[in-house]
């Protein structure tokens, strides 16, 4: 089906605007697409039909630059009837309904150089932790090894690494982790859902990570209270509002 466009009749040709400076009209949908894709309250807006799709449509044309009005409006739609009344959020909800919280004091974080040398030496304290069931994270970034572990191996860590290797230590941190089931590996948006409930209390979180179905936030100790009490706080919501799903 067609749908008219402002100024044109019904015969399939494009406004102008969608082909200026050779940018075809799919380029516009997939921008949008991938602006609501990006916006997950959005789009369980649309999912839900809350959304005003002309308010909509100005705030995607201010973000990403597009002055065409009536192009980004159809493309909203379009989008919307292809995601239907899907309730992602609910989906989500559930995978939290089943999580539960795990929380550890006296963390540390170790940045050290992203140098071949710091991992062949952390070998040595791997092989120690597994026979003492001690869990340490590495992340390995594009400039910098992160390093996570509990504060009394800061020292040891360090010693392994090397001083000059070191890029930064920080510690009085806590981890919390949201063990959740095993199908979060099929669900999106959980992670996001989490960090943004966090960043609306006002919780900076130092450090984050995913391991399989552990989400976990490292925070100062001093958030400590207050970043447990937002994520037990969903935990709990999510338990009440999927009875009966």
Known sequence: MNLPVK??????????????????RES???????????????KDCISKDLINYSSLARLIMKDLGIVNEEAVMIACRRYAAKLGRHNHEGE???ILRDSRLEMKTKIAIITA??????????EVIFKKLLNEKTIMQVIQGTHAITIISDEKLKNEVVSLIGQDNILKIRTD???ISVRSPERITETSGVYAYLANNLADGGINVVESVSVFTDTI?????????????????????????????
């Open 7 to 24: 100024g044109f009749k019904n015969s399939g040709r494009y406004p102008s605007e969608w082909m200026k400076k050779g940018v075809p």
């Open 28 to 42: 516009i949908a997939e921008r949008t697409r991938m602006y609501i894709d990006a916006h997950p309250s959005i």
């Open 92 to 94: 989500i909800l559930r």
């Open 113 to 122: 150089k992203n140098d071949w040398t710091v991992l062949h030496n952390l």
């Open 173 to 175: 941190l806590v981890e």
């Open 217 to 245: 936030f490292i925070v100062r100790e001093e958030d400590m209270m207050q970043a447990y009490s937002i994520l037990n706080r969903i935990i709990d919501s999510a338990e009440k509002m999927t009875i009966g799903l």
